[in-house]
């Protein structure tokens, strides 16, 4: 099974500077079309309350939801934090309102974040008493994107981060 072609693209004046590529490297203009497909995923974990670090490595998959409106995300890995060692799953939705606007949810409904990644890269803030949750979605290049989530309040006190590589298969 061949890779899915790649999205059409346009400049990102605000952040291409960043990347490596940046000489060549285009926005995709269809954040959908450009996550469909199967990615290597390598997170790290860092629990500042627990004062432990951790991984995880596995796979994630963007697949087409039934309305046609969004993609189902499944992640799919193995965790690591210091002895602990076990296989973990989850799953979220990317519901689409434009071809760079979508709402993450999670795979009861409800909304994590709300973004655009119009021009490469997206932050949004979401609020789960007695904590908040910080994201930040960023496009790095054609075959590869970064989500760092960071978690503060009374209760928690962690980040992830998270690299996403396109898995490319072979024709």
């Not at 290597?40 to 046609?68: M, N, V, Y």
């Not at 890995?77 to 296989?87: A, E, H, K, T, Y």
Request: proline residues 5%.
């Amino acid at each position: 099974m061949a890779a899915p072609p790649l999205p059409s693209t346009t400049e990102s004046p605000a952040s291409t500077s960043a990347r490596p590529d940046s000489d060549t490297f285009k926005t995709p203009t269809d954040f959908k079309e450009y996550l469909r497909g199967e990615w290597r995923l390598q997170r790290r974990i860092d629990d500042r309350k627990a004062r432990r670090t951790g991984s995880f490595i596995g796979q994630c998959h963007f697949t087409d939801d039934d309305a046609g409106v969004g993609l189902i995300c499944r992640e799919e890995g193995q965790v690591r934090i210091g002895d602990f060692s076990n296989s973990a799953s989850r799953t979220y939705y990317y519901v689409f309102r434009g071809p760079t606007e979508f709402s993450l949810t999670t795979d009861d409904g409800e909304v994590l974040l709300d973004l655009d990644v119009e021009f490469g890269s997206a932050d949004g803030t979401h609020l789960c008493a007695p904590d908040t949750y910080r994201g930040r979605v960023e496009i790095l290049t054609a075959d590869s994107w970064t989500q760092t989530w960071t978690v503060s309040g009374p209760a928690k006190d962690y980040t992830l981060d998270s690299r996403l590589t396109r898995v490319k298969i072979a024709t």
